[in-house]
């Protein structure tokens, strides 16, 4: 089955760009996706890409998709104090199924 | 339009008990998905339900078991409960399979 992995902590300043990484061994993936997560909540759904597209940008999130080293990444720019949160990469195996990464906490310091 | 609602939010219960959770889609959503958190396991899917029917179904063992009704509201019962269960249990609704929108999740306590 699919394996997703992302490192586990970032920090960062507040005003500086944030990227989380993430790996994945499956690249039948259609959609990929990133949720965040704060304290006491579900997740929810910050942007998704096609599996055809190589980056989608949405207001602050740019999502970058490396096919061949089956990477994806998500950048915030400016990140911002209320950005401090659980980020997980999700990808779609099959037509029902998602697969979660692990998880990364980002830490922005004031 | 309103969210995915789960039921109760929090819940204790004492091992070998069972327990039963809801989870309200999002009007019009027929597709309902439910995930175990824990800290050392992280997010891992339990199985997905669409018009009444189980669809998919996640590593876990048959203690674990849910349903879907005529109004695509779903619940998941837990039977035999093991302190190992302690966990938050979310629930997913999406229109069509692309897109899942959480709820808040139900955390379940074990003693």
């Known amino acids: 089955g699919e394996d997703v992995e992302q490192s586990l902590f970032l920090s960062v300043r507040e005003g500086d760009s944030s990227v989380i990484n993430c790996t994945y061994t499956?690249?039948?993936?259609?959609?990929l996706y990133w949720y965040k997560q704060e304290p006491g909540a579900g997740l929810q759904l910050l942007t998704y890409?096609?599996?055809?597209?190589d980056m989608k940008q949405d207001q602050r999130l740019t999502v970058l998709l490396n096919k061949k080293d089956k990477h994806l990444s998500l950048r915030i720019a400016d990140t911002q104090t209320g950005d401090s949160a659980i980020y997980f990469c999700?990808?779609?195996?099959?037509?029902?199924?998602?697969?979660f990464g692990t998880g990364t906490r980002l830490k922005v310091l004031a | 339009k309103a969210g995915v609602t789960q039921t109760p939010r929090y819940l204790i219960k004492t091992r070998g008990q069972q327990v039963t959770l809801s989870c309200s889609p999002i009007?019009?959503?027929?597709?309902v998905s439910w995930y175990q958190q824990t800290p050392g396991q992280g997010l891992q899917f339990l199985f997905e339900y669409f018009s009444e029917t189980q669809r998919n179904k996640g590593n876990f063992p048959g203690r674990f078991s849910g349903r879907q009704f005529s109004n695509s509201r779903s619940e998941m019962n837990v039977s035999t409960l093991e302190l190992g269960d302690s966990a938050l249990y979310l629930c997913?609704?999406?229109?069509?399979?692309?897109?899942?929108?959480f709820g808040p999740g139900t955390r379940l306590t074990v003693l």
């Open positions: 890409i096609f599996s055809n597209m």
């Open positions: 499956d690249s039948s993936s259609t959609y």
């Open positions: 997913a609704s999406s229109l069509i399979s692309d897109e899942q929108f």
């Open positions: 999700a990808l779609r195996e099959g037509t029902y199924k998602y697969i």
């Open positions: 009007s019009g959503h027929r597709s």
